[in-house]
């Protein structure tokens, strides 16, 4: 017997339904909240959730159940259910994905844009469509791929959120008001993570935590003639590049507090070095590297290593600072560097987050006024899979792909698994994702590869037979 869904099926629904779908999706600059305070006034975040909701309830899937829920002071999740049948009915496999967006940010090709959606060729531009409003309809569409085969399989949730670009604070709530109504799920799918190539079935096995906080330093209550002051009163940049020193080396970029650095598994070593193979350069070259610029070193292994297992500094915004084509011969005041240090599975970033406060707030040069204000979630290592998942993993990439599956530890962060990963200890994890190279989440140029999009959703699919036939 054939234990493969019809990808024909998928491909059809996602040209016919799904791409002009999140056309529209994209048009909606549903930014999270964390970059759209005002997101209730501004309204952009429910078109994005009725969009989507509208959709969902209009697939024909017997007994699917689509729900809206939106609890005070919070912002709105969508929840879908779809009974089980067979032996393993009263299982429960969450499907899991978001909905908001990052902003826009600049560098955009002509003719792109965040809310203008593109489709070339393979690729659909825009922002939020790989990251990730393709979840929810790849997730539904998965499931009615699998229906057409058996009607065999455990209750399915699927939970779309509205503020992982945030941080996912509200998501804790909703678990936790929901629990009665989500059980305890055996297997957690998630669509909000990266591929190395678009040749094969990725599957996450790591994700980094991170800290993100603005470090402000204040000398002046005004600007001042730099001429006059220049020698007397000490730069607010100068004093916040020594405070930085305090925590990363300005020569390799290596995090100098040992607590925020984390023991790499051997068998997360044996990966990366697989998995190098696998992408040969372009582990690097994906990225548009300006100029001679070139990559921290040539291993590809550790560069993998680099980014999915070593903590890491980012400088990703700043105040204080005027546009240089407007700036006078001023000495500024204060000087607020954003960072966003990202930390190893196995570290407590609520703890480091304590930890860097003390160590940038201490003794400050000059006796300037110094302040860091941050937060932190902490990152995830997956427990091994199951025989059963490994094979089905390998068995869907090789069906739809053409080429067996690989794993690989992604750099960035997704909060909600390390919070399921605690919460349901036992439960087995596919994390997976259309994000590949050039493909860009949260830059200019964002793009969803259609063709990943569709073989992704196929794989999802079996992989959700072979739960419900182990």
């Given at each position: ?7 024909g099926?998928?491909e ?9 779908q ?41 007994g699917?159940?689509?729900e ?20 393993r ?27 203008t959606?593109v ?42 959120e ?7 604070p509200?998501l804790?709530?909703y ?5 009665g ?12 993570s ?21 470090l402000t ?14 020698g ?46 696998a ?13 001679r ?9 550790e ?12 400088v ?7 546009p ?36 940038l ?5 000059s ?63 596919m ?7 050039e493909s ?5 140029n ?25």
């Amino acid at each position: 017997m054939n234990d493969s869904v019809d990808l024909g099926f998928v491909e059809s629904v996602w040209d016919q339904s799904i791409i002009p779908q999140l056309i529209e999706y994209i048009r909606i600059p549903n930014k999270s909240p964390a970059f759209d305070p005002d997101w209730r006034a501004n309204g952009h975040m429910h078109r994005a959730v009725a969009l989507i909701a509208r959709w969902c309830e209009q697939q024909p899937i017997e007994g699917l159940v689509v729900e809206v829920i939106e609890h005070p002071g919070r912002t709105p999740i969508i929840w879908a259910e779809v009974p089980g049948a067979g032996p393993r009915a009263s299982e429960t496999v969450l499907l899991y994905g978001h909905l908001d967006k990052q902003p826009e940010m600049t560098g955009w090709a002509e003719g792109l844009g965040p809310w203008t959606p593109v489709l070339s060729g393979d690729r659909l531009y825009g922002r939020g469509g790989a990251d990730d409003g393709y979840a929810a309809f790849a997730s539904l569409t998965a499931v009615a791929a699998l229906r057409r085969r058996t009607k065999e399989h455990a209750r399915i949730v699927m939970l779309i959120e509205a503020t992982e670009e945030s941080g996912s604070p509200d998501l804790p709530y909703y678990v936790e008001a929901l629990a009665g109504r989500l059980g305890s799920p055996s297997l957690v799918v998630c669509l909000d993570s990266g591929c190395g190539n678009y040749e094969q079935l990725w599957c996450t096995t790591s994700l980094r935590g991170i800290i993100t906080g603005a470090l402000t330093v204040h000398v002046l209550d005004a600007g001042v003639h730099s001429g006059d002051a220049g020698g007397i009163v000490p730069s607010s940049f100068r004093i916040a590049r020594q405070l930085l020193e305090r925590i990363e080396s300005a020569q390799t970029g290596e995090i100098l507090l040992r607590s925020f650095h984390a023991p790499i598994p051997p068998a997360r070593v044996a990966q990366a070095q697989i998995a190098a193979q696998a992408l040969g350069d372009t582990v690097w070259s994906k990225f548009p590297l300006a100029g001679r610029t070139r990559p921290a070193t040539s291993d590809g292994a550790e560069l993998i290593l680099a980014r999915s297992w070593r903590p890491a500094l980012a400088v990703i915004g700043a105040a204080g600072l005027p546009p240089a084509s407007t700036a006078g011969n001023v000495l500024r005041p204060f000087t607020t560097l954003q960072l966003a240090l990202r930390v190893p599975p196995g570290v407590d970033a609520a703890a480091r987050t304590e930890e860097l406060k003390r160590v940038l707030e201490a003794d400050p040069p000059s006796g300037a006024s110094v302040s860091f204000e941050g937060d932190g979630a902490s990152g995830w290592d997956a427990p091994a899979l199951a025989p059963w998942l490994e094979s089905a993993l390998d068995a869907a990439s090789r069906c739809h792909f053409g080429k067996e599956a690989s794993s690989i530890g992604e750099g960035g962060s997704i909060p909600f698994i390390g919070m399921l990963g605690q919460r349901f200890p036992e439960a087995q994890f596919m994390i997976t994702g259309v994000l590949g190279p050039e493909s860009n989440a949260h830059g200019p140029n964002e793009f969803l590869h259609v063709p990943t999009g569709k073989r992704l959703t196929a794989c999802v699919a079996d992989v959700l037979g072979a739960h419900a036939r182990r």
